[in-house]
């Protein structure tokens, strides 16, 4: 079965600085791999996705991610973190096996404060 | 880009009552939508996936007779609660998936508060 994990609960960072979420699966293939984020009291919000191809994938709001077959991590990285980047932020991997029902499995997330 | 409509974004109801949540994808088509159910501070756990015109198939635990889920077209379903409870009050967030691009959208979510 798949999973996700996301080791960190709390990151916190100030403003200006960089900031990596990490994200470690368990998938028998080649993973479908997503990062979202969600703001208090609402749904979620794609950043970005891999499915194939590079490695290095660029997403929305300045966000990009690596993906690592051989660590199995697909770590979210940002240079310089702006205050409105203060969010919870999940980590998912897609099944795409039929038998799987194109599920997302989700990490348990990690809230992200920025400080002034 | 997709969009996914889903109402209402909270509700407060008695316990006893039945609740129905609707979501839409609103630009495109959705084969497979998704019903997740979030506690405070914690991740989606995902309650069932409903594929346009078959019955919906539940995860391990949810009760499908408490959770009825309908997706009558492609572009809509729902979740209904019946009979509600105070431990029912969570918040609860729907998906679609595009038949055509693999993406998944999200809806807003509705915050379910049984009293």
């Known amino acids: 079965a798949q999973s996700v994990t996301q080791p960190d609960i709390h990151i916190t960072v100030s403003e200006g600085a960089s900031l990596e979420l990490r994200c470690n699966y368990s998938?028998?293939?080649?993973?479908?791999l997503f990062w979202y984020v969600q703001s208090p009291g609402q749904g979620l919000q794609l950043l970005l996705k891999?499915?194939?191809?590079?490695?290095l994938v660029q997403g929305i709001k300045g966000f990009e991610a690596e993906f690592k077959r051989s660590q199995s991590s697909f770590n979210l990285r940002k240079p310089s973190v702006h205050w409105s980047d203060a969010a919870e932020y999940f980590c998912a991997v897609g099944d795409l096996l039929t038998g799987g029902g194109n599920k997302l499995t989700f990490g348990t997330g990690t809230q992200l404060k920025v400080e002034l | 880009g997709a969009v996914v409509s889903q109402h209402p974004s909270r509700v407060i109801c008695k316990s006893g009552t039945s609740v129905k949540i609707e979501c839409r994808s609103l630009?495109?088509?959705?084969?497979?939508m998704f019903w997740y159910r979030q506690f405070p501070k914690q991740s989606l756990m995902l309650m069932a996936t409903s594929n346009e015109g078959s019955k919906a198939t539940y995860e391990q635990g949810v009760e499908k007779d408490k959770f009825l889920i309908n997706h009558a077209s492609l572009t809509l379903s729902t979740l209904t609660v019946t009979s509600a409870h105070p431990e029912d009050s969570s918040f609860y967030i729907c998906?679609?998936?595009?038949?055509?691009?693999?993406?998944?959208?999200f809806g807003s979510g509705t915050r379910l508060t049984v009293v």
């Open positions: 891999y499915f194939s191809g590079d490695t």
């Open positions: 998938y028998g293939a080649t993973p479908y």
């Open positions: 998906s679609a998936k595009d038949s055509v691009d693999y993406g998944y959208t």
């Open positions: 630009d495109f088509q959705a084969t497979t």
